[in-house]
């Protein structure tokens, strides 16, 4: 096991690569509803812990609203976007299942 102490910011991206870890964190923390990213796919699945706040998923043709507590999953190649909702911040761990961001934006 390998222990590397570092402190996350509640906003900040690390891509698993400079940790020696397979897989990279994205750290959300969105005070503003409407915001989020646009429309987007990866080429490995991602999971979105959702800590707090409430957020409207579109994942392929679906959409979903995400609450504090819940985990979502969006497979690999999927397009996806998610807009945070009022009622609160959104504070979330995004999961990318890969040592490093690898993104096509759609829109």
Do not use: K, N
Not at 16 to 28: A, K, Y
């Amino acid at each position: 096991m390998t222990i590397l102490p570092r402190d996350v910011s509640r906003d900040e991206d690390i891509e698993g690569r400079l940790l020696g870890s397979p897989v990279s964190i994205m750290r959300e923390y969105i005070t503003t509803p409407g915001r989020g990213p646009r429309l987007h796919r990866h080429p490995y699945a991602e999971t979105f812990v959702i800590h707090h706040g409430r957020a409207l998923f579109t994942v392929g043709e679906e959409q979903v609203v995400g609450v504090g507590g819940q985990i979502l999953v969006v497979p690999s190649l999927v397009s996806h976007r998610f807009e945070v909702l009022d009622g609160g911040t959104y504070e979330a761990t995004h999961v990318h299942a890969s040592d490093r961001f690898i993104t096509e934006w759609l829109e």
